[in-house]
């Protein structure tokens, strides 16, 4: 029997930092226990809930 696939709820998205940048955010996932794929899902989420509710 065929193993039955998902459905797909999310999308991949590759994205370029700068090296700083990167670097502060590894120190915020190993401090928070965090993954960095975490970390910049969240920010995402904040940054257009912040553009919805007209705040940026």
Do not use: F, H
Request: hydrophobic share 45%; charged share 35%; no cysteine.
């Amino acid at each position: 029997m065929a193993a039955r696939k998902m459905p797909k709820v999310q999308d991949r998205l590759t994205i370029s930092l700068e090296a700083g940048d990167r670097a502060k955010l590894e120190t915020l996932a190993n401090k928070t226990d965090r993954s960095l794929a975490w970390l910049v899902r969240e920010a995402i989420k904040q940054y257009l809930a912040d553009r919805e509710s007209g705040v940026a």
